[in-house]
């Protein structure tokens, strides 16, 4: 079963960026459709972007034209590019793995990252 670790968060000021990486083993990630998920301080978890195996991508309305998905197939590593943070971007972020093409439902997800901490500051 694919692991997936997440890295590359931290804090940055309102209007920065940062670049989330969310690296695989045990799987290959053009193998899956990936998404990155975030929890806000006090919410539930919510989808932020997908990719399918067919490069196909999705996101949450909020971050459209700010983030942008991706992957490197030969790094076997999915990305989170993040421009123009705002400070309700903060969260905890995680990617995770699910072998259906579609959806958002968390619980479609089987394979999760451990999370990283991202803080934008006003």
């Known amino acids: 079963q694919v692991q997936l670790e997440d890295s590359g968060g931290g804090l940055v000021q309102a209007g920065g960026s940062l670049r989330l990486s969310c690296a695989a083993s045990?799987?290959?990630?053009?193998?899956?459709?990936m998404g990155w998920f975030r929890r806000p301080p006090g919410k539930e978890r919510e989808f932020v972007a997908g990719?399918?195996?067919?490069?196909?991508?999705d996101y949450l309305d909020s971050v459209r034209g700010r983030f942008t998905i991706s992957r490197d197939n030969a790094k076997n590593t999915v990305y989170l590019q993040m421009i123009s943070l705002k400070p309700e971007d903060t969260a905890v972020y995680y990617c995770?793995?699910?072998?259906?093409?579609?959806?958002?439902?968390?619980?479609?997800?089987?394979?999760w990252g451990q999370g990283t901490q991202v803080t934008v500051s006003s």
């Open positions: 045990g799987g290959t990630v053009s193998s899956y459709r």
């Open positions: 990719i399918s195996w067919s490069g196909s991508t």
């Open positions: 995770a793995a699910t072998r259906r093409s579609v959806g958002r439902d968390p619980t479609q997800f089987f394979s």
